[in-house]
């Protein structure tokens, strides 16, 4: 079945440091990515998503290129602020899968110290 | 914007009762999920409903029900609450005529302890 696989941390960084997240995933036909973040106490947002190879997604100075060839989807941000502390999470959706649903990474705990 | 909201942030249970989860959703959408959220193993899908009245079961149903008599609310019932159910759940929705170009929208989330 499909499957994503994330750095599960928990990471540690200083304020303006270089975050990667990486994500790779399995999955049946073409699928849909995505990154969702989850802030203290709160539900999930969406990030950013792309849809097809190749395609970059970007938001508050994260992004993330689809890759096909090497089935990844890996987050990046240049410089981190002490907002960005929170849970990252890679997803998919997979239309071939039959059904909306979406699969999850087990999520990633950032916390970044001024 | 889409509201996804869930009645309840907190709640504490004692084992073997029932408990019922609210989500109710302001935009029209078809489709709408329940998850649960462990740490550890990220969000395991319990079960989704694409229309009125239809349910399908998602990774981890047993010990779940769920109900869905109009299309604006999503209930999950805990038939008879155990201690392994303690957990956060995630209610979402999505417009199924975007199909799978669009996100979802999560309710806040409802923190359940079972006692």
């Known amino acids: 079945g499909d499957s994503v696989t994330q750095m599960e941390g928990p990471v540690t960084l200083s304020e303006e440091a270089c975050l990667t997240i990486n994500c790779t995933y399995t999955a049946t036909g073409y699928p849909s990515l995505f990154w969702y973040v989850q802030y203290p106490g709160e539900g999930l947002q969406l990030l950013l998503k792309a849809t097809k190879a190749d395609d970059k997604g970007s938001n508050k100075g994260f992004e993330a290129t689809y890759r096909k060839e090497t089935t990844s989807f890996h987050l990046e941000k240049g410089s981190v602020q002490v907002s960005d502390s929170a849970v990252y999470f890679c997803a998919l959706s997979d239309p071939a899968g039959g059904s909306e649903k979406l699969v999850f990474g087990k999520g990633m705990k950032l916390t970044v110290n001024p | 914007d889409v509201k996804v909201t869930q009645s309840s942030r907190y709640l504490v249970k004692r084992t073997g009762e029932k408990v019922f989860l609210e989500c109710v959703q302001d935009?029209?959408?078809?489709?709408m999920f329940w998850y649960r959220q462990d740490p550890g193993l990220g969000l395991r899908l319990i079960y989704f409903s694409y229309d009125v009245k239809m349910k399908e079961k998602g990774d981890i149903p047993e010990g779940y029900s769920v109900s869905r008599e109009k299309k604006e609310r999503f209930s999950l019932i805990l038939e008879s609450a155990s201690t392994n159910q303690t957990s956060m759940y995630l209610c979402?929705?999505?417009?199924?005529?975007?199909?799978?170009?669009?996100?979802?929208?999560f309710g806040s989330g409802t923190r359940l302890t079972v006692v």
């Open positions: 979402a929705s999505k417009n199924g005529r975007a199909l799978h170009f669009g996100g979802y929208t």
């Open positions: 935009m029209d959408h078809e489709n």
